[in-house]
Nanobody, 121 residues
Framework: QVQLVESGGGLVQAGGSLRLSCAAS????????MAWFRQAPGKEREFVGI???????FSADSVKGRFTISRDNAKNTVYLQMNSLKPEDTALYYC???????????????WGQGTQVTVSS
């Protein structure tokens, strides 16, 4: 069982930055693949970035070069650094945990409650 709690969302102007954090419970955090997804009103949940249990990470094309995902296994925490934010980045951001590396939301059993990011123009 893994419990996930996101934090760090908020309102920011276009071009600004935010860092989201996701704190995980449990002693096996390092063995999980962790990912960030987002969902805007009226849209499907969208993959944002992933970091596997080996520390490799990559981001979706829509955020590549602007968003960076990282993890600190000692703190049971995964981060999403978001720079050069755009109004279209406005969404509810979720972190999720899986035992397999996948970019599909269906592959994630554990989810946080989400943190809202709003980017004003």
């Amino acid at each position: 069982q893994v419990q996930l709690v996101e934090s760090g969302g908020g309102l920011v102007q276009a071009g600004g930055s935010l860092r989201l954090s996701c704190a995980a419970s449990g002693r096996t955090f390092s063995s999980y693949t962790m990912a960030w997804f987002r969902q805007a009103p009226g849209k499907e949940r969208e993959f944002v970035g992933i970091t596997d249990n080996g520390g490799s990470s990559f981001s979706a094309d829509s955020v590549k070069g602007r968003f960076t995902i990282s993890r600190d296994n000692a703190k049971n925490t995964v981060y999403l650094q978001m720079n050069s934010l755009k109004p279209e980045d406005t969404a509810l951001y979720y972190c999720a945990a899986s035992i397999i590396p996948t970019t599909s939301a269906a592959g994630y059993r554990y989810w946080g409650q989400g943190t809202q990011v709003t980017v004003s123009s």
